[in-house]
């Protein structure tokens, strides 16, 4: 969806490189969800936000989403071989009851050994 | 737990052709949706269900029909196939609207 901008759409790393890709809206970000995908399989729930402000980590991944409630990231530290794939950030932007997650098209991110 | 189970895994249909994708989830969910995946385009709501008995349209859903008349299932329909709509299709469910949502592996549907 046009509603989610993912950028940038494609990223090649080195091995053991940070790397931060986005997720932004220009409308209000009810929820924020981070999903990654291997080729050919299903998504992988990573991380959800709520506030504005709020960040969480897992391993090496941390997410955040800004005050404004408009745009997140994802940061990768030390990224590795298994950190390849497909990020999509899924979003709620009309916010009340029976709303639904619109997808961004996803960054492909492969990381070279 | 099975979790989200899709089936097949993989189709190839002829032009006008009719199928079914099913969905079955043993959460005890109360929301499912049905998405569709093509390069380029990310992942594109189909049909979703916040119960049984309820459905909506979501961001692509002509050339698709879907039903809930029990908590575990919802199928996808396609009356008469398109090329248009070769595709992976995912199947998901959540807890609520608000929740995380967890997803099959895929149904890769090839229409000639």
């Known amino acids: 969806s046009q509603e989610l901008e993912q950028s940038p759409q494609s990223l090649i790393v080195q091995e053991g490189k940070n790397l931060t890709i986005n997720c932004t809206s220009s409308?209000?970000?009810?929820?924020l969800y981070w999903y990654k995908q291997k080729y050919g399989e299903g998504l992988i729930f990573l991380m959800m936000?709520?506030?504005?402000?709020e960040e969480k980590s897992h391993e090496k991944i941390t997410a955040k989403l800004d005050e404004k409630k408009q745009q997140s990231s994802l940061h990768i530290t030390a990224s590795q071989p298994s950190h390849a794939g497909i990020y999509l950030c899924?979003?709620?932007?009309?916010?009340?009851?029976?709303?639904?997650?619109?997808f961004g098209k996803g960054i492909t991110l492969s990381v070279r050994p | 737990n099975a979790g989200v189970t899709q089936t097949p895994k993989f189709q190839v249909l002829k032009t006008g052709q009719s199928m079914t994708l099913q969905c079955a989830q043993d959460?005890?969910?109360?929301?499912m949706s049905w998405y569709r995946q093509d390069p380029g385009m990310g992942l594109r709501l189909i049909h979703y269900?916040?119960?049984?008995?309820?459905?909506d349209q979501g961001e692509v859903p002509n050339g698709y029909n879907v039903s809930r008349s029990t908590t575990e299932d919802f199928p996808l329909r396609l009356l008469s196939a398109a090329p248009s709509q070769t595709s992976v299709y995912f199947c998901?469910?959540?807890?609520?609207?608000?929740?995380?949502?967890?997803f099959g592996e895929g149904s890769r549907l090839t229409v000639l």
């Open positions: 899924g979003a709620d932007i009309e916010g009340g009851a029976n709303s639904k997650l619109t």
């Open positions: 409308k209000t970000l009810y929820g």
């Open positions: 998901a469910s959540s807890y609520s609207w608000a929740g995380e949502l967890f």
């Open positions: 269900s916040v119960g049984a008995g309820i459905t």
């Open positions: 959460m005890n969910h109360e929301y």
């Open positions: 936000l709520q506030k504005g402000g």
